[in-house]
């Protein structure tokens, strides 16, 4: 990273984003004469400085937003946080959720019952950031996201200190055509999911027009706790690795004690936990209990 002293000589009638720690420093230089015209009050975007600072083992959790009470979500937040996990996504519930097993989906039914919905997650993550330093992601369907607006969605998540989005039914089409430049505007990640179907042509597609990490989905099934992973999947796992694209990686599905979390580190920068953490904070007395329990069983 380079301090304004240290930014290196950039060609005429050019703009030129430096990083410096905490901020995007933006240069632009004219008529020969280099001079610093504004700095953006934007700073660096946690994921992309996560991937930068710890390049295997990371550990992302998954959970429900409004479960197993409402008003829980910050709690969860601040608790995962504390444990030493790398990054976390909030899942937003929704009536239909396609890609989620039987616990997360029983996960988002009472989150809505208990009266969940996106206007009061971005209310409860207001001041997230005052306590909370660790990339956050909101991971949720196209359906809830039509109905707020996207353009309102990214400008409330970024507000709320949000770094990125995963929308797992977003056709690679219309990310492209309409929602990715939306998202880049606010500087937000959209995050994009492959499976072991996925075709080695349209995963270095995503890779090329997607920044952030890529998301593994480790089998053709719906989410769910595993034991392990079998032949199939490791090598999915190990044919991904072998293409050496850009973007990191992350593997989730089916990650549920140490011998899948290592495995899953082996072969990307870290896996996603999420049916095991959902039914942790089902089983558990508190939301620390909860916590400690998934450290202790996948570490």
Known sequence: MFSLSE????????????ETKDKLVRILVKGGE???????NQIMNRIDRL???KKSGILSVYFTAGYPRLDDTVQVIK?????????IEIGVPFSDPMADGPVIQASGTQALDNGMSVKHLFGQLADIREGVSIPLVLMGYLNPIMQFGFDSYCAEAVKCGIDGLIIPDLPFAEYMDTYKPVAEKYGLHIIMLITPE??????RLIDEHTSGFIYMVSTASVTGAKNSFGDESLAYF???NAMQLKNPRLIGFGISNKDTFDAACREASGAIIGSKFISLLGSEK????AVKKLIEVIR
């Open 7 to 18: 930014s290196r000589a950039i060609d005429e009638k050019t703009t030129k984003f430096i």
């Open 34 to 40: 280099r001079r610093q015209i504004q700095i953006e």
């Open 51 to 53: 991937f930068e600072e």
């Open 79 to 87: 608790a995962l946080e504390n444990r030493g996990v790398d990054l």
């Open 198 to 203: 996925t075709s080695e042509e349209r995963i």
């Open 238 to 240: 190990r044919r991904v």
């Open 286 to 289: 508190t939301i620390d209990e």
